[in-house]
């Protein structure tokens, strides 16, 4: 049975939180020193490809 791909461009904090297995905050933190962290409205996403981008500058 294959796994299920995840194909979003953009995610919420939580389901992000789930994603990266963080917490909320740590999530949120990172998103936003990433500059990855769009508001429209009072809904607030944030994109996938630039979070992963920065996560591979912290990369050992």
């Not at 789930?18 to 905050?25: D, F």
């Amino acid at each position: 049975m294959q796994a299920k791909v995840n194909t979003k461009n953009f995610i919420r904090y939580d389901e992000g939180a789930e994603r990266y297995s963080m917490s909320k905050h740590s999530f949120m933190k990172l998103a936003q020193d990433a500059r990855a962290v769009y508001k429209i409205n009072r809904i607030t996403l944030v994109n996938v490809k630039i979070f992963e981008e920065y996560l591979e500058s912290f990369r050992a």
